[in-house]
DNA sequence: GTCGTTGCAAAGCGTTTGCAGCCTA
DNA sequence: TAGGCTGCAAACGCTTTGCAACGAC
């Protein structure tokens, strides 16, 4: 990743100003805003560039395409809306969760994500 | 589902025999020991009835392709071994879950994956 | 001007579907 | 014998790749 170009500015600041992480789709139309004619190959080329780099995030919900988000963030998790299919933050882990690790079984890390309906769904 | 087709038995028994959960090509080629000649689609039609009819249960892990296990062991969540790939099935649930829920957001249901190494890897 | 990057289109890959023939009940 | 089921191949949606043209440095 060595030229800052029209496409890939706009994509970082796409995935700047969304706040949430956004699946390839998504970012594409976000980013279009910005440059017309933008490809989709070009998102996912810049998406593999900009994860290799560090800046951004790899989301990954069971049954779900891929979502990416900024890095940096801390450890956190993720509220998925089934009715509007958008990805939350959230914030700290449930209790123990070295508690339920089998005996002999060595904990690395761990994921974890809430699903229902969002605020803004749930009204 | 309303015939029990060789094929169908086939699928069936290997995701007994098995006792971990399979993908669907790993379903196919343990069935193919049974059924020669059986195809891709035909698993995937029958995994397809056989979820519609409460017989299995599709394990989605983040990233991976999904598997199938065997319906009817109650709640429980999954350790997926980094080392053999395998994955195995946890107890129990780590604490409070809707005291990390966003205000206003309504709480359905949960995921939750552990990742490391299980005994027999870390031994 | 170089050569990293882009857009397009084609190729992959896993999953689904249309169809004619098969086989279970 | 009827119609649910199968195997094949084509279709599909998402992601990757080949290639010639473009444009950031």
Redesign the pocket.
């Known amino acids: 990743?060595?030229?800052?170009?029209?496409?890939?500015k706009a994509?970082r600041q796409a995935l700047t100003e969304a706040g949430h992480p956004l699946?390839?789709?998504e970012l594409l139309e976000a980013a279009r805003e910005q440059?017309?004619?933008?490809?989709?190959?070009?998102?996912?080329?810049?998406?593999?560039?900009l994860h290799e780099d560090g800046w951004i995030t790899t989301v990954e919900l069971p049954g779900e395409?891929?979502r990416y988000e900024l890095s940096g963030k801390g450890h956190h998790h993720h509220f998925h809306c089934r009715a509007c299919d958008r990805v939350y933050e959230v914030e700290g882990c449930p209790g123990d969760i070295k508690a339920i690790t089998p005996q002999g079984f060595e904990l690395e890390d761990h994921e974890f994500v809430l699903y229902g309906r969002c605020d803004l769904c749930a009204a």
Chains 1, 2 share one sequence.
């Not at 004619?37 to 070009?42: F, K, S």
Request: no cysteine; charged share 30%; glycine share 6%.
């Open positions: 990743m060595q030229r800052d170009t029209r496409q890939r994509i699946s390839p789709k440059v017309k004619g933008l490809g989709i190959a070009t998102v996912y080329r810049n998406l593999k560039a395409p891929p």
